[in-house]
């Protein structure tokens, strides 16, 4: 269960996502990041209809990646209904340039060998302005369109963030957004701007959370 601001028990319940919600979770992504910056300077190159499909690819070969490396996928359900969720991805798994040869292959097959090539230099370029090389990337964070402006943008936020302190190997975690209305979320709730980083041509802020019990 999760408690509101008042210290109530709410029906909301925050856990790790299953293979069979890996769908609807897949669904709640593409709507989220439909019009997102960073993708659409990556993925579109003037047929919206190309553009989806690449889109849907990359949420979609991405999302398997994690499911299938273990990495922390995080569902906020209201009873058996998901209403959002949020991926993080931990350096325990090659990022980056170091990224494996069917990650590249699907991604390739999906998106094109530009738009991989993009996605690997944005990790690349993320991983080499963290702190540490043991933090975590937030890759995802995304609320059900029809469930927008309920305040679950920052229970998932605070789902990620105590997820983040259980973790013992991990000095914190770190997020890329261009988006202002994002940069206050996570600065509410105890992330710091370390840069200012443009990423092919997008200019966004790259933030901090420092996990519990780190130096």
Not at 112 to 121: C, E, F, M, V
Not at 190 to 198: A, C, I, Q, Y
């Amino acid at each position: 269960m999760i408690k509101d601001e008042n210290g109530s028990l709410e029906t909301y319940r925050a856990v790790y996502l299953t293979a069979e919600d890996l769908r609807v979770a897949a669904s709640i992504l593409y709507n989220a990041y439909h019009d997102d910056p960073f993708f659409v300077d990556l993925l579109h190159t003037g047929d919206m209809a190309i553009y989806e499909q690449k889109l849907r690819g990359a949420i979609r070969e991405e999302l398997n990646e994690l499911w299938q490396q273990e990495q922390a996928l995080i569902g906020l359900f209201d009873s058996d209904r998901m209403v959002g969720l949020v991926c993080i991805v931990t350096q325990q798994v090659p990022l980056g340039g170091a990224r494996y040869w069917h990650w590249r292959l699907k991604m390739l097959l999906s998106t094109g060998w530009q738009s991989t090539q993009s996605l690997i230099k944005k990790e690349t370029c993320l991983l080499e302005h963290l702190p540490s090389p043991r933090c975590g990337v937030l890759q995802f964070i995304a609320v059900s369109p029809c469930e927008q402006g309920k305040g679950f943008g920052g229970k998932l936020v605070e789902a990620a963030l105590s997820w983040c302190d259980e973790q013992p190997e991990l000095d914190g975690m770190g997020v890329f957004t261009c988006a202002q209305r994002d940069v206050q979320l996570f600065s509410q709730h105890g992330f710091s701007v370390l840069e200012r980083l443009s990423i092919g041509n997008i200019d966004g802020e790259l933030l901090f959370y420092r996990a519990h019990g780190s130096d």
